[in-house]
Structure formats: C-alpha cells, structure tokens
C-alpha cells in the first residue's frame, strides 16, 4: 500500500510534465484521495469488522493495484483525480484490516511490538517507493512504471491470500461450552460509543496532535527546513529526509518492545513518554539549530533521532485504540480514529508553514509545535491515569 502511494506521489513531476500543470492542482492529487478515505474511514472500519481483515486486505488491494494501472491509461488530469478517489476507498479499508490482523493473531503481550514492525512496512515501502520509482520513471516513463508497480501491487495481494491464514480465537471456542461468536455492533452503535466513551475520545485527540503537529508538520516541511534554515544542499536534504524515515522504521517495533516489555503494557504511559521526547526535539531544533553551524554528520543524527521519536507514535497509538474498543468494533475504531489523524494531518502542516513565513525560519514553528506536543502529552497521562 504505502509502496504504491508514496510511489505514485513521487512520479507526480512527470504528470505535472505531460498535463502541463499547476502545483495547486497537483496538491489536488493528495485531497482527492484522502477525502474519500477519511469520509469512507468509519464506515469500511466496520466492514473489515463483519467480513474480517483478510477479505479487507484483499479488496483493498485489489482496489489500489487495479488504480495504479488504469492510471496508465489516463487520457487526462482529471480521469487521474477520479481515480485517486477510488484509490482512496482501498487505502480506508487496508488500514483497519491490517490493525485489526495484527490485534486478533497476536498475544497481547507482543500487541505493541507487533503493530510497530506492520507500521514499519509503512515506512520501508514508502522509502523504496519514493527513491525507486522516479529512477524507473526517467527509464521507462511514469505510464510504463505504473503499470509495472500496479502489477507488483496485485502479486502481493496474491501472496497475501495464499499465505494469510487467520488465527480466530472465535472459531476455536464455538461449541465448546456454548460460546459463541461476538456479533461486531451496527455502524450506529459504534458511533454511540465513539462518541461517549471518554478514554478513546482522549485518546482520538492526542492523535490529532500525534499525526498532525508532530508526523504531518514536520513531514511536509523537513526537506525545505534542511535546507533553507541549515544551508545544506537539496541532495543533502534529500538523504537527511531518508535518514528521517530510516529512524521511523527503526522506532516503531522499537518503542512497541519497549511498551510491551518494559512498561508491561502501559500504552498510555509509553505515548506519553514519547510525546514528551519528541516536544523535548523540537524545542531543541528551535533553539539550537539555527546559532551554529552543523556538520552534515551531526544533521543526520539528528534526523534518526527526530523520526525515531516522532514515527514511533503508530504502533503503541493503534493497540491503545483496540485495546480500549475492543475486538468486536476494532475495525470501526481505526477507522474513526485514522480519521481524526487525518484532521490533524490537515491542518497542523500549513500553520507550521505559516508561523515560518511570519518569521523568516523555522525556528518558532519548532518551538510552538514542541511546547504543545509537551503539554498535551502531560495532560493525556493525567486524563488517563485518573480513569
């Protein structure tokens, strides 16, 4: 999934070539297909709950793979933004159905480490899709490689149903002293819940701030922070932004283990702590960076540190959301979850941008960001040691 997403966003330069582009329209690309996602996120949630994760697996799959090949086959711009909406119905379905996969085949002592290294698929198919892609698109042209990532797309999926076999707890239990299998609730029962129960409401915020002020802020703005606010060149910023991803996929499994392990399960407690962390990182990005002359080395610590902090968030968030919901609704949590995410996804990036324009560096976007990214960390534990 993230492969053929990531990828395709990468080969956009070629489409804005040939359609002869504006970049506001090439932006309309990323609306297009998050719109239908989020819109669609509660709804396929609870699907994925009725017809299990490897039935969501596979259709989304099928979706996204039969997408990325018709796109090669688009006579212009705005039969590739129909599309994109298409696409983003299977992205709202895999999400869940993954998350709901690794909850359900996993003990609940390795929910956490076991999210992080799905998470991590995220990362490794987006580092490898945004570097490999566009060399292939300068060699074949973007419609060829499409097809080629589109068929790739499809190969997984048949793998995925040949070699998935579900682990259901359900089925083992039924007719062994009259248990039963948990019936998932109504799509209206499950937005009574999301809206009353107060720990997954806690929890759906801190993910705005999460997804948004700390992932989505800093993922839109890194490569331009690299290089305009510490002068390195733009190759330089370019492998200072895969070093960041690199530290993702690093810290998701990682601080999974650490919360499985050495918090023994505390979810809350290990979100705080790395919301902590990553405030604590960007406070120093905002106050040190810009009065010293770093070397490229030391850039690039930095930036495995910062997306070892900040990308580890994904694992540990998920388990705390079906752990909190439950089996039965896991899907339509993630679901209404993931779209909360996207709201801060939305809006957190541009007010990043707009405090830098205001001053001229990146320097008070950093120091804003951190400080909320501390204080909402600190009141999430509190909220959720007093329930």
Partial sequence: MSLSINGFLALLPFVREEFVLTRTQVGFYSTFFYLSSAMLAVFTGSVVDRVGPKKGVIFGILCLGSVIILF??????IFILLLAII????????????????????????????MGIAMSGLGIGGLVGASLLPLMGESFGWRMTTQIAGVFVLLIGFLFYKLYKKKSKNRQL????????????????????FITEKRFLFTSLFGIILAGFSVGAVFAHYAVFLSEDLHITRSAAGIGLGVFQIGGIVGRPTWGWFSDRLLQGDRSKALSILGLISGVIFIIAGTSFNSHQLSLPVIYIFSFFLGFSIFGWGGLYFVE????????????????????????ILIAPPIFGIIADLHGNYNYSWLLFGAVIILVSFFYYWSRSKQ
């Avoid at 119905?89 to 998350?99: A, L, Q, R």
């Fill in 72 to 77: 090669s086959f688009s006579p212009s711009y």
């Fill in 321 to 344: 959301i079906a752990e909190i919901a439950g089996s039965a609704r896991t899907g339509a949590a993630m679901g209404m979850t993931l779209l909360f995410n996207r709201i801060g």
């Fill in 87 to 114: 696409a983003g119905v299977g992205h709202s379905i895999i999400n869940p159905s993954v998350n709901k996969a690794v909850i359900s085949d996993t003990p609940p002592e390795k929910h956490a480490v076991s």
């Fill in 174 to 193: 039924e007719g062994q002293q009259g248990v039963q299998k948990e019936e998932p609730p109504s799509l209206k029962e499950n937005l009574h819940y």
